[in-house]
């Protein structure tokens, strides 16, 4: 099964944090792939450009409309995602509660439909 | 037409010819099961349309359809406790239901196809840039503090 790790994370806090900060911040999300990859569960996995880049698209009576931002407005925000395949959902939860953004931020699972 | 061009800019983002952008699909799940046979056929067609669009531009990265919100999971860890709760993290009108990745030279046609897709008639397309595995496969200096 493939699992969509959704990683919530207040964008906000990244900037107040000293350089050796961002640095350790780095380390364990770089480990945490590590262990992904040599698990062999990684598929993919990406940071997103913060949401303020963002900019969502609908049509309404025709018309297109663009709007800048991003389509939620939560306290957090999707900041990245990782893409595992593991036999199942207990699995995919454990991998999720070893990453990183559990300790600041939220990760949501979700099941891809095959 | 569609504004905002692109500017160079030093954010990591923005590095390199060729850009990443990941099309987030919110679209109303309570609608789909509302729809005769007929109309969620047409829709699996237009959505198949889009994709080949996409392919035969040579854009498209990769894609991917979400299971509903009620199959969602949050984790997060608080005071060294963990805590997991059902049902996604975000509660909206719309609900993430999938993804395309695609890899265009600038949000413009980042913009275009977005507009093209199907979610945007009765969702929302939320565009957004990456770069994929950048802070593993690179170095971390543009993503840190400059001092």
């Known amino acids: 099964m493939q699992y969509m790790l959704m990683l919530y994370v207040d964008e906000s806090g990244w900037p107040q944090l000293s350089k050796a900060e961002q640095e350790e911040g780095m380390a364990a999300y770089r480990a945490y792939t590590e262990a992904l990859k040599q698990a062999g569960v990684y598929k993919s996995g990406s940071q997103l450009a913060p949401s303020a880049a963002a900019k969502t698209i609908r049509l309404a009576q025709q018309k297109q409309q663009v709007l800048d931002g991003p389509y939620a407005d939560a306290k957090e925000q999707v900041g990245g995602y990782y893409l595992i395949e593991t036999p199942d959902l207990e699995t995919a939860m454990a991998w999720a509660a070893r990453c990183p953004t559990v300790g600041h931020g939220v990760v949501e699972v979700r099941q891809l439909v095959r | ?147």
């Open chain 2, 1 to 147: 037409m569609l504004g905002g061009a692109q500017e160079k800019s030093k954010e990591p983002w923005k590095a390199g010819s060729s850009m990443k952008y990941i099309l987030l699909d919110y679209v109303n799940e309570s609608g789909w099961p509302e729809l005769t046979r007929e109309e969620q056929a047409h829709w699996l067609g237009v959505y198949r349309a889009y994709m080949e669009a996409m392919q035969k531009a040579g854009v498209l990265k990769s894609s991917g359809g979400l299971q509903q919100t009620a199959a969602a999971t949050t984790v997060r860890i608080r005071s060294e406790k963990t805590q997991v709760l059902d049902g996604p993290y975000a509660d909206s009108k719309e609900q993430l239901g999938g993804f395309h990745i695609i890899d265009v030279p600038d949000l413009d046609q980042a913009l275009s196809w977005a507009a093209r897709s199907p979610t945007a008639l009765h969702g929302v397309v939320e565009v957004r840039p990456m770069h994929e595995g950048t802070f593993l496969t690179e170095g971390i200096e543009p993503y840190l503090k400059q001092e």
